[in-house]
């Protein structure tokens, strides 16, 4: 059994930053990938960011340049640094954790921006 548990979500005005925080335990075997999504209201879950076991890096068009992915392979954790945050930032993010044929998300964290 895999637990993923996010963390760092909240509240922050126009232009501010946060640090989203996951962290992926139990049974694992290798993680592949590590990754950050989110669902606003009406939209469909969609890719943030996401980092390989090697350290490769995609990021979406619409955060590039305003976030950085980062993952610690030994604790089995990943980071989502984000700033310059605008309101259609908001929405929840999800963690997912990948590795073989396995993939597993956290329950989610609610980022708002807002003045």
């Known amino acids: 059994q895999v637990q993923v548990v996010e963390s760092g979500g909240g509240l922050v005005q126009p232009g501010g930053s946060l640090r989203l925080s996951c962290a992926a335990s139990g049974r694992i075997f290798g993680i592949n990938t590590m990754g950050w999504y989110r669902q606003a209201p009406g939209n469909q879950r969609e890719l943030v960011a996401q980092?390989?076991?090697?350290?490769?890096?995609k990021y979406q068009d619409s955060v590039k340049g305003r976030a950085t992915i980062s993952r610690d392979n030994a604790k089995n954790t990943v980071h989502l640094q984000m700033y310059s945050l605008k309101p259609e930032d908001t929405a929840v993010y999800y963690c997912?954790?990948?590795?073989?044929?396995?993939?597993?998300w956290g329950q989610g964290t609610q980022v708002t921006v807002s003045s």
């Open positions: 980092i390989t076991a090697g350290g490769l890096i």
């Open positions: 997912n954790v990948a590795f073989g044929l396995y993939q597993y």
